[in-house]
């Protein structure tokens, strides 16, 4: 069983910022990308960021040059750096893993339980 625990959410002032963390634990061979995501109040949910295992990165347009994305392979764990925080970044951000439980196993997407962020103006 693969269990990803977020910690990190929470309310700030717009301009401000907060760090997510999310650690992937179980049983679990390898991982390839990990990610975030989230979902605000009556919309999809929608990419955040995502890094590759070869450190690819991803982000959407609305966070670029704002938001940062990085993983501790070692750690099995990924963090989002969220600087210059706007009221549109409020909502649920959900860590996401695509991983394999062995070698012959095909891939398998994994989610968090979500964190609320919550940015005031």
């Known amino acids: 069983q693969v269990q990803l625990v977020e910690s990190g959410g929470g309310l700030v002032q717009a301009g401000g910022s907060l760090r997510l963390s999310c650690a992937v634990s179980?049983?679990?061979?390898?991982?390839?990308?990990m990610g975030w995501y989230r979902q605000a109040p009556g919309k999809q949910r929608e990419l955040v960021a995502s890094?590759?295992?070869?450190?690819?990165?991803n982000y959407a347009d609305s966070v670029k040059g704002r938001f940062t994305i990085s993983r501790d392979n070692a750690k099995n764990t990924v963090y989002l750096q969220m600087n210059s925080l706007k009221p549109e970044d409020t909502a649920v951000y959900y860590c996401?893993?695509?991983?394999?439980?062995?070698?012959?196993?095909?891939?398998?997407?994994?989610w968090g339980q979500g964190t609320q962020v919550t940015v005031s103006s």
């Open positions: 179980g049983s679990i061979f390898s991982i390839s990308a």
């Open positions: 890094v590759t295992s070869t450190g690819r990165i």
């Open positions: 996401n893993t695509v991983g394999r439980m062995a070698i012959a196993n095909p891939l398998v997407s994994y």
